[in-house]
């Protein structure tokens, strides 16, 4: 059974680069069958798909912080990160790290799901 | 962007059906996947592709998905149902979440 664990919680500061990892038990993260993903979540706000990637580092970014991620996979470590420069307060989230199983081009979901780590934005 | 409306809040007593909707525009051509979540806890999916129960959930959750609405439903509704449920589909390469519906069960 497939666990996800984000690193620790902490605190950014604003304009710097939040930078997380996820570590992947139970399973491969190089299988053809899944992508690997973020989610994020600001308290009390509604879920934000931020990007995915594959096995091969083919990537799934969110159009409204392209600009500002990046999403890598470590095979040898099987775990994921991902990092977001020039965060600001609006970066304040919950972010989750998913498995993203993509069926065909119009389909997709999230199983199973971290159990989220707190990033807070603040000087 | 796609956007996908949920009403914020649902009540329902219990043994009773729910009927939570996610609406979007000719939202019939996606697939669409639910999500619930309980306060402090992860979100966890509860149905995929329209109308798929993953392993673990029960048979009380089921899904629907026509025009331009989606439509989960929960029978027989028990108080541990009582939690916020997202709809989700993926458009253009991008996963798409709605709002999200607080179900209270009384």
């Known amino acids: 059974q497939v666990q996800l664990q984000e690193s620790a919680p902490g605190l950014v500061k604003p304009s710097e680069t939040l930078s997380l990892t996820c570590a992947v038990s139970g399973g491969s993260i190089v299988t053809t069958a899944y992508h690997w993903g973020w989610i994020r979540q600001p308290p009390g706000k509604a879920l934000e798909y931020i990007g995915s990637?594959?096995?091969?580092?083919?990537?799934y970014y969110n159009p409204s912080l392209k600009s500002r991620l990046t999403i890598t996979i470590d095979t040898s470590k099987n775990q994921l990160s991902l990092n977001l420069s020039s965060v600001t307060a609006a970066d304040t989230a919950l972010y989750y790290c998913?498995?993203?199983?993509?069926?065909?081009?119009?389909?997709?979901?999230?199983?199973?799901w971290g159990q989220g780590t707190l990033i807070t934005v603040s000087s | 962007s796609y956007e996908l409306p949920q009403p914020p809040s649902v009540s329902v007593s219990p043994g009773q059906t729910a009927s939570i909707k996610c609406s979007g525009d000719e939202l019939k051509d996606k697939y669409v996947s639910w999500y619930q979540q309980k306060p402090g806890q992860s979100p966890v999916l509860v149905i995929f592709q329209n109308s798929q129960r993953p392993s673990g959930i029960p048979e009380r959750f089921s899904g629907s998905n026509s025009g331009n609405t989606a439509t989960l439903t929960i029978s027989e509704t028990q108080a541990v149902d009582e939690a916020d449920y997202s709809c989700?589909?993926?458009?253009?390469?991008?996963?798409?979440f709605g709002g999200g519906t607080k179900l209270t069960v009384l």
């Open positions: 998913v498995r993203h199983f993509e069926f065909t081009s119009s389909s997709a979901w999230f199983d199973p």
């Open positions: 990637i594959y096995f091969n580092g083919r990537t």
């Open positions: 989700q589909v993926w458009d253009s390469g991008i996963a798409v």
